[in-house]
């Protein structure tokens, strides 16, 4: 998911998703383009120096001289214009977090925000000539189709993904319940692309689950960085001390993220007071912001911890995660996690557009950025399609074995 900024900021996910966190007190800006007339609204703020006379000449020439090319297609208004062009400003950045959503899509991410929507189910992200899988999430439709993190997807409904935007996937992929969608995937050591039908429905999202296994140990699985999962997680952690277990797996695998809030509120129960748990780092030299531990450290040094780990582990479970290795606190098992660790600030343009825009950068404790390398495992085990259809799971069973050594 991508973090986006309110006080403290949350985490959102990327598509069709699921809710993964997102930020939504909005940071109200100036327009700089009159949502009536679709001209430069002079207002405070305006850049100096920018020679704005290609984009009237190039809008003037539009207005005289274009003509479709069919009689059929749609006839572009004034307004449309304007969204083209802050659509295309974002786009210029080349940042795939950075987005501008006329109303349809505003609406659309607002939907998701509030965890309202009917779809197929995952976390997807538009980069490099495809749409890649973040992660399914836990008993979607997407997971039972068979679809992994790190799955590109090329076509949609036999239309190519090459050039697609984020938001337009969500569009195409996202439906009414009981609809079906056509995604044809590129699979790592898969040689043919392979054709998935997804059947679409409303999506449930799931946030914990507890489990106590042979050995002393006690597993709590966490499907996402939610707004109550503070407290369900709290209750988990009830459960574990109330269990006299004191050998803990945490599971992060296929957490595409959430609110940044409850990754600092979990990451309290294992870390002293003051002890960071991730820096905000700005550009421009501006002075980085340090997110440290509320101290409710309630375990002693007895506790044995092991989070797992996946390429589907994102933004706020990297945050977690992150912060507990470099602390100390936790041996991580599982593969590299996604690498999503950037902040985007959610803006009102007007009263029915908004642009999501990228202003900071995650950085672990010791300083190691997020989105430019993940989260490297302590022990890598990778669960591959093989594994998993035979039943195993060798990153859980590693986990156990190192909790129940010695």
């Known amino acids: 998911m991508e973090f986006l900024k309110k006080h403290s900021a949350l985490v959102a996910l990327g598509l069709v998703i699921a809710f993964g966190s997102y930020a939504v007190g909005l940071h109200h800006g ?177 946030v914990i689950k507890t489990e106590k296994l042979a050995g002393g140990v006690f597993k709590i699985d966490l499907y996402s960085f939610s707004e109550n999962s503070p407290n369900l997680f709290r209750g988990a952690l009830r459960e574990f001390v109330e ?57 002693n040094d007895n506790l044995k911890l092991v989070i797992l780990i996946d390429k589907g582990s994102a933004s706020a479970s990297e945050i977690l995660a992150g912060a507990l290795k470099e602390q100390g606190k936790a041996t991580l098992v599982g593969e590299t996690t996604f690498g999503k660790g950037s902040v985007q600030e959610l803006v009102d343009l007007t009263s029915d557009t908004s642009l999501k825009i990228t202003v900071a950068r995650w950085l672990t404790p010791n300083g190691l950025s997020i989105s430019e390398k993940g989260i490297a495992p302590d022990f890598k085990v990778e669960y591959t399609a093989a594994t998993k259809a035979a039943g195993k799971d060798p990153a859980l069973d590693k986990a156990v074995e190192i909790l129940t050594k010695g």
Do not use: C, H
């Open 30 to 206: 100036k327009g700089a383009l009159s949502a009536a007339a679709g001209v430069m609204n002079p207002t405070e703020g305006e850049p100096s120096g920018i020679d704005f006379a290609p984009f009237w000449k190039a809008w003037n020439l539009i207005n005289e001289k274009y003509i479709p090319a069919s009689t059929t297609a749609p006839k572009a208004t004034d307004q449309d214009k304007v969204y083209g062009a802050i659509g295309g400003l974002a786009s210029s950045l080349g940042d795939p977090y950075t987005v501008f959503f006329p109303p349809v899509q505003s609406e659309i991410f607002a939907s998701d925000i509030r965890g309202n929507f009917e779809g197929v189910g995952m976390e997807v992200l538009a980069q490099n000539g495809a749409v890649t899988v973040i992660a399914p999430l836990k008993g979607s439709p997407a997971e039972a189709a068979g679809i992994k993190a790190g799955d590109k997807i090329i076509r949609i409904d036999g239309d190519s993904a090459a050039s697609i935007s984020t938001e337009d996937a969500v569009k195409k992929i996202r439906g009414k319940e009981g609809t079906s969608v056509g995604l044809t995937i590129i699979r790592n050591g898969v040689k043919d692309p392979i054709e998935v039908s997804v059947r679409r429905a409303v999506i449930d999202l799931p």
């Open 243 to 299: 269990s006299g277990d004191d050998k803990l797996i945490l599971d992060l695998r296929g957490n595409p993220g959430g609110y940044l809030e409850a990754a600092i509120d979990m990451a309290s129960w294992f870390l002293p007071s003051s002890k960071v748990v991730v820096r905000e780092d700005f550009a421009g030299g501006m002075p980085q912001t340090v997110y440290r531990s509320r101290g409710y450290d309630i375990f």
